[in-house]
């Protein structure tokens, strides 16, 4: 055979494209990547950068999958085998050396392409998607076999390809924010958080290009190998010196830690518009998402009289990180950046509904503690009955539960509360008010004897027992006393 070079690489393909572990793993990343983002609608700005990332678990398939074909010639018998092949053993490195790189991509894209195609059933994605990270996670399972054949190489062992993963993930977990990694984790510590330029694309095919020329240069110092070396040396070092230099990485730089920042987290919460007296401020990438929390809102807004409306709150994105200022904390509900989807947006409605119906009934909503650290108890008050109704409007208002939470105490240590957690907040409530609520849901002219009796229904003093000739009610589940402190 005058040209052994491509028939090697097609067999060599073949045999990658036929590997299990570059199946299984990429079976196991989809469908994990499936599962934890089913319930959850997507920011194309993050989840690019996630798909990219989660292709490391291809990268580790390709990694030990080349490692294991480069290991065949390392075998007790197989210089017997090799010597009588018209190959020469930097041949044979070089078909490894395309074709398991190469493998791992064929694999890994359809993969992302799946994942991201996942992403729009039942969403309204927001955000910005770059396609270069997707490129960046092609390119880093090529690295990622092209470094198990290169370890092959240098190391005849099976152990290496396993500690190179391990240093692998380790790295990313240890240096999370270093744009020098082949791929930059999505932090989620800001809105559109600045990204590595174009330059750390560049950087990452170097790495390619150099991992690929220390596997051959295995076989001795020939030209090619050490051309190709120097040459994906200095530009790993170019590449990696333009991107740590680059306009973006200084404005990271600025942007600091943000976990420990002072920033007021509704910060860029500047694309504002008035729905039906109900004002939404939104980050400008969650724009998309005004009409998803004004079909949460506006059902319990109508609920409400109109001369009480005016008092409503307003709607205000926060990020995840950062400082609350009381300037928007008092005067609107602050919602995430997060929103459900596929059955989990009916919690997203009923937890926005649920702070607006808090403020409608003149109960604590958003950051407001009526009870301090600890929340407050609504048991036995009439308009905690006429929350639960006002919430109704959206979704089925469920049972109250609490959570356990440790509180620094003044000799600094931790003492264990157990605190509200229901969708009205840090808001207690008892069977009867929710059992209410449900009997008031079911009569047409609930709404009529509600707005009648506004003023009293929703006074902090007026018991359920009190309210229930009011709404047409008869007695049937007595309340209980609050186990807290009681809503004031």
Same mark, same amino acid.
């Given at each position: 055979?005058?040209?052994?070079?491509?028939?090697?690489?097609?067999?060599?393909?073949?045999?990658?494209?036929?590997?299990?572990?570059?199946?299984?793993?990429?079976?196991?990343?989809?469908?994990?990547?499936?599962?934890?983002?089913?319930?959850?609608?997507?920011?194309?700005?993050?989840?690019?950068?996630?798909?990219?990332?989660?292709?490391?678990?291809?990268?580790?398939?390709?990694?030990?999958?080349?490692?294991?074909?480069?290991?065949?010639?390392?075998?007790?018998?197989?210089?017997?085998?090799?010597?009588?092949?018209?190959?020469?053993?930097?041949?044979?490195?070089?078909?490894?050396?395309?074709?398991?790189?190469?493998?791992?991509?064929?694999?890994?894209?359809?993969?992302? &392409?799946?994942?991201?195609?996942?992403?729009?059933?039942?969403?309204?994605?927001?955000?910005?998607?770059?396609?270069?990270?997707?490129?960046?996670?092609?390119?880093?399972?090529?690295?990622?076999?092209?470094?198990?054949?290169?370890?092959?190489?240098?190391?005849?062992?099976?152990?290496?390809?396993?500690?190179?993963?391990?240093?692998?993930?380790?790295?990313?977990?240890?240096? *999370?924010?270093?744009?020098?990694?082949?791929?930059?984790?999505?932090?989620?510590?800001?809105?559109?958080?600045?990204? *590595?330029?174009?330059?750390?694309?560049? +950087?990452?095919?170097?790495?390619?290009?150099?991992? /690929?020329?220390?596997?051959?240069?295995?076989?001795?110092?020939?030209?090619?190998?050490?051309?190709?070396?120097?040459?994906?040396?200095?530009?790993?070092?170019?590449?990696?010196?333009?991107?740590?230099?680059?306009?973006?990485?200084?404005?990271?730089?600025?942007?600091?830690?943000?976990?420990?920042?002072?920033?007021?987290?509704?910060? /860029?919460?500047?694309?504002?518009?008035?729905?039906?007296?109900?004002?939404?401020?939104?980050? *400008?990438? +969650?724009?998309?998402?005004?009409?998803?929390?004004?079909?949460?809102?506006?059902?319990?807004?109508?609920?409400?009289?109109?001369?009480?409306?005016?008092?409503?709150?307003?709607?205000?994105?926060?990020?995840?990180?950062?400082?609350?200022?009381?300037?928007?904390?008092?005067?609107?509900?602050?919602?995430?950046?997060?929103?459900?989807?596929?059955?989990?947006?009916?919690?997203?409605?009923?937890?926005?509904?649920?702070?607006?119906?808090?403020?409608?009934?003149?109960?604590?909503?958003?950051?407001?503690?009526?009870?301090?650290?600890?929340?407050?108890?609504?048991? /036995?008050?009439?308009?905690?009955?006429?929350?639960?109704?006002?919430?109704?409007?959206?979704?089925?208002?469920?049972?109250?539960?609490?959570?356990?939470?440790?509180?620094?105490?003044?000799?600094?240590? !931790?003492?264990?509360?157990?605190?509200?957690?229901?969708?009205?907040?840090?808001?207690?409530? &008892?069977?009867?008010?929710?059992? +209410?609520?449900? !009997?008031?849901?079911?009569?047409?002219?609930?709404?009529?004897?509600?707005?009648?009796?506004?003023?009293?229904?929703?006074? *902090?003093?007026?018991?359920?027992?009190?309210?229930?000739?009011?709404?047409?009610?008869?007695?049937?589940?007595?309340?209980?006393?609050?186990?807290?402190?009681?809503?004031?």
């Amino acid at each position: 055979m005058k040209r052994p070079l491509p028939a090697l690489i097609l067999k060599e393909s073949t045999l990658a494209l036929r590997s299990p572990l570059l199946w299984a793993l990429a079976l196991v990343t989809v469908a994990g990547r499936i599962v934890t983002t089913w319930k959850e609608m997507p920011d194309w700005s993050g989840e690019t950068v996630n798909t990219a990332t989660s292709a490391l678990v291809i990268g580790a398939g390709a990694m030990l999958a080349g490692n294991l074909a480069i290991l065949r010639d390392a075998r007790s018998d197989a210089v017997e085998l090799t010597e009588a092949l018209p190959v020469r053993p930097q041949t044979r490195t070089l078909a490894v050396l395309v074709a398991y790189p190469l493998a791992g991509v064929l694999v890994a894209a359809p993969a992302m &392409g799946i994942q991201l195609g996942s992403l729009l059933i039942g969403s309204r994605p927001t955000g910005h998607a770059d396609v270069r990270e997707l490129v960046t996670g092609l390119l880093l399972v090529a690295l990622m076999g092209a470094l198990g054949v290169a370890a092959g190489c240098w190391i005849p062992g099976l152990i290496a390809a396993p500690i190179g993963i391990v240093l692998f993930f380790w790295t990313l977990v240890q240096f *999370p924010s270093t744009w020098l990694l082949p791929v930059v984790p999505e932090l989620k510590l800001a809105i559109d958080p600045v990204r *590595p330029p174009g330059w750390h694309l560049l +950087y990452v095919a170097a790495l390619v290009l150099l991992a /690929g020329s220390v596997a051959l240069l295995r076989h001795g110092r020939r030209p090619v190998p050490v051309i190709t070396a120097v040459s994906g040396a200095a530009a790993v070092v170019v590449a990696g010196a333009l991107t740590l230099n680059s306009p973006a990485a200084k404005a990271a730089a600025q942007v600091g830690d943000l976990r420990q920042s002072t920033r007021s987290a509704t910060a /860029g919460a500047e694309h504002c518009r008035e729905l039906n007296t109900t004002r939404y401020c939104a980050f *400008p990438a +969650y724009a998309a998402w005004i009409p998803l929390w004004q079909g949460a809102v506006d059902p319990v807004v109508a609920a409400v009289p109109e001369a009480s409306r005016e008092r409503l709150p307003g709607i205000v994105q926060r990020a995840a990180t950062g400082v609350l200022d009381p300037a928007v904390t008092d005067g609107n509900i602050l919602t995430t950046t997060s929103w459900g989807r596929n059955g989990a947006e009916r919690a997203s409605r009923r937890t926005l509904a649920a702070q607006m119906a808090a403020a409608a009934g003149g109960l604590p909503w958003g950051t407001q503690r009526g009870g301090g650290p600890q929340g407050c108890d609504a048991r /036995g008050q009439a308009r905690t009955v006429v929350a639960l109704w006002l919430i109704g409007q959206v979704e089925q208002p469920v049972a109250a539960t609490t959570k356990r939470t440790s509180l620094r105490t003044d000799d600094g240590g !931790q003492s264990a509360l157990e605190v509200p957690r229901s969708d009205l907040g840090s808001v207690d409530y &008892g069977e009867a008010e929710l059992g +209410y609520a449900k !009997q008031l849901l079911a009569q047409p002219a609930a709404r009529e004897r509600i707005w009648e009796h506004w003023a009293v229904l929703t006074a *902090p003093t007026t018991t359920v027992d009190q309210a229930l000739p009011l709404l047409g009610l008869g007695r049937s589940n007595a309340s209980a006393e609050p186990k807290g402190t009681p809503c004031e």
